[in-house]
């Protein structure tokens, strides 16, 4: 089973603790990144019963450290592709993007909205770790994931949605500070839990109403055949992570084919004039105050990566 | 209005609530025919505390508190529920609900002199909030000798066969009660609100993503309590689904089942393990139809396990089990449901027919739907 370990912040330390029964124990740590982490836990450090805390006791922090790299999946959930308007049987390719890894932020806390910014959007996302450097193609078949991926975490990939699709600016889209809440654990895999991911179950809520959820049994490219293919083409560092796609519920929703026939007539300026237009009547966009919580964790909770909660807030 | 903004929202474990229940006290049901719910209930396994023309107290081995009272009524129903609070600050508080009536010696003033506030829950239910200010979950009071297990590492049992004890399982206490509520929402929030109950899984439709069963447990801080004492889920009706009991063992469930069956009694469905909650389960009918469960080994959790949520679906009742059998959810729309239905529609009441349909539709798929026995 998974042993869980969660980043934290006390009296202006940081360190790390296993994460058991909802009781944190820290390890000494110290302030450690997560390529470091990994190989801190290797060495299977002693735990003292005697110092255990409690959540209330510290603050959280993401568990994936900068600098890293974060590699994203897009439409990579057949419900997703199905409510986007696409065939998953018809899918061709692996969609990648990436975002800054200055948007990591603690998964208790704030998302913040810039001040421009009026499309935001919530993509609940299992994330996995490195553990392994990668850096020449990898043979399908050849490989197990456990092989590469040493952790799981839960990440939300928040966009600003005017920035991503009509300026066509994915990265910026998608990087602002505060836009990747990652954690509140770490799941560091043992032998055989690779066979339970299938059954985590992912859920985003927004104002205690139910947004998304799916399990990973939903996913098109599994992680094997993503990393296989992310090998042609990228070299990979311990620490990197990689997410893989959100579920069906986000707040942003593809034109139907009729109106993106007819919108193809149109310069590109009308077109993503109508398109925000369009967009802004829907009430599913986070507005500052609204509250998102989000959970990844298997029914029996053998798996478990613990809860998100933020909330959202103008830039000042 | 959009479609997302006429979703339900999740009962969450509320903030400052009215009271923090301990534990369920007790069922009051109505029964037309006495006599044989009182034979049905001692062959289950309940104790007799008290039996008057108009009422018989059964109580579990843990206590001698009443847990399940059978009382004489026109009709077979859910009369009322227990829930124990304690102290004398959270009795103060529910006094002053609206409708909220004070019986100062209690529900069952023969047999405990716990006093007592009634009130009515959202659909009208008559819920009793029963001071106890000692209240702990007694430890049970057990004669039978541990029983030995022979596993591959270890012989506990040396020459000899295991032997299997026969008669009625020894019920040691209440453990919960499942409620169909016509309004899912507007209940459920009601049970965290007053009692400061907390959401440990909630089950949501497949397709709206609205939620329709909830499961919750008591806030007794960082003690531990069960899994779940009080489930609300989406009914066509309000009424009591089912009542679970709790038993100490695998061998006590299978003793249990086997002595109803040679009474003539009617099973339900099991022996399986359920998924949430995890407990070892065996459902029964009584003589009015109604579901009781015989459980073991449940989850026990403190205040620190968020909620988790699910889909629901038949595969999501059980981790290992018999198939639950086709009539085992009484999904059928009856004239009486029906009729309620309506009634409930034109007293104003906020009632999701889709999410009853998606329900009912989503519960008919069948996991295993291969076998046939």
């Not at chain 1, 990566?305 to 000042?316: A, H, R």
């Not at chain 2, 909030?129 to 979950?137: C, K, M, T």
């Amino acid at each position: 089973m998974a042993t869980n370990y969660i980043r934290f912040e006390k009296e202006k330390k940081i360190d790390w603790a296993k994460w058991e029964n909802g009781k944190l124990f820290p390890l000494l740590a110290g302030d450690l990144n997560t390529k470091e982490f990994l190989e801190f836990v290797k060495t299977k450090p002693k735990i003292s019963e005697s110092s255990k805390l409690s959540l209330e006791e510290v603050s959280l922090l993401s568990p994936i450290t900068a600098p890293c790299q974060i590699i994203c999946q897009g439409a990579n959930y057949e419900q997703h592709l199905i409510e986007s308007g696409l065939n998953p049987k018809e899918k061709k390719y692996n969609l990648f993007f990436t975002k800054s890894d200055a948007s990591l932020s603690p998964p208790v806390g704030e998302v913040i909205r810039p001040n421009h910014v009026r499309l935001l959007d919530y993509e609940i996302e299992l994330g996995l770790v490195f553990g392994k450097p990668i850096n020449q193609s990898l043979e399908s078949n050849s490989f197990k994931l456990s092989d590469y991926v040493s952790a799981l975490f839960m990440a939300n990939d928040i966009s600003a949605r005017d920035i991503q699709l009509p300026q066509m600016q994915w990265y910026k889209g998608k990087s602002y500070r505060s836009f990747l809440p990652a954690g509140p654990i770490l799941a560091v895999l043992e032998e055989g839990d690779v066979s339970l991911l299938e059954n985590l179950e992912l859920t985003l809520l927004v104002n205690d109403r139910i947004r998304q959820h799916d399990s990973i049994a939903g996913l098109v490219y599994k992680p094997e055949e993503t990393i296989q293919e992310l090998s042609q083409f990228c070299d990979i560092m311990p620490g990197d992570v990689l997410l893989t796609g959100t579920p069906s519920g986000c707040a942003l929703r593809a034109p139907g084919k009729l109106v993106q026939k007819i919108a193809a007539l149109l310069s590109e300026k009308r077109k993503w004039e109508l398109f925000i237009k369009g967009q802004l009547k829907r009430t599913e966009y986070l507005q500052p105050g609204d509250t998102i919580r989000s959970s990844i964790r298997t029914a029996d909770r053998r798996i478990d990566l613990g809860d998100q909660i933020l909330k959202v807030v103008q830039e000042k | 209005m959009t479609k997302n903004s006429s979703k339900s929202p999740c009962p969450v474990k509320a903030k400052n609530p009215l009271s923090k229940a301990r534990d369920i006290a007790y069922i009051r049901l109505g029964r037309k025919n006495l006599k044989m719910a009182t034979q049905y209930y001692l062959d289950f396994g309940l104790s007799l505390l008290e039996q008057t023309e108009n009422r018989i107290l059964f109580h579990g081995l843990n206590t001698e508190w009443p847990c399940w009272s059978i009382e004489k009524h026109h009709e077979d129903v859910l009369l009322g529920l227990g829930m124990y609070i304690s102290s004398n600050e959270e009795l103060a508080k529910l006094k002053d609900l609206k409708g909220a009536v004070y019986l100062e010696n209690g529900r069952f003033a023969s047999s405990n002199f716990y006093p007592t506030i009634n009130i009515p829950d959202p659909s009208g239910l008559s819920v009793d909030a029963v001071l106890n200010s000692n209240f702990q979950i007694p430890l049970p009071k057990i004669n039978r000798k541990r029983k030995q297990w022979n596993t591959p590492n270890q012989t506990d049992r040396i020459n000899q066969p295991s032997p299997f004890d026969r008669g009625a399982a020894k019920i040691l206490r209440l453990g919960h009660a499942v409620l169909l509520k016509q309004e899912f929402f507007k209940n459920a929030q009601w049970y965290c609100d007053t009692f400061g109950l907390i959401p440990s899984d909630i089950q949501i439709l497949p397709d709206s993503k609205e939620p329709v069963i909830v499961f919750l447990r008591c806030d007794l801080g960082n003690q531990l309590t069960d899994h779940h004492t009080i489930v609300i889920a989406n009914g066509p009706d309000d009424r009591l689904e089912h009542c679970a009991f709790e038993l100490e063992d695998l061998d006590e469930v299978a003793k249990g089942r086997e002595w109803l069956l040679e009474k003539g009694w009617k099973p339900a469905w099991g022996i399986g393990r359920h998924l949430l909650g995890s407990q070892i389960f065996d459902y029964h009918r009584d003589p009015a139809g109604m579901l009781v469960e015989h459980y073991s080994d449940g989850d026990k959790f403190d205040n620190t396990i968020p909620v988790s949520y699910h889909l629901v679906n038949r595969k999501s009742l059980y981790q290992w089990g018999q198939d639950m059998p086709e009539n085992f959810l009484d999904s059928k729309l009856t004239l009486d449901k029906i009729y309620s239905l309506i009634k409930g529609k034109f007293s104003g009441r906020n009632i999701k027919i889709g999410n009853l349909i998606s329900l009912k539709k989503t519960m008919k798929i069948s996991p295993r739907k291969w076998i046939q026995y």
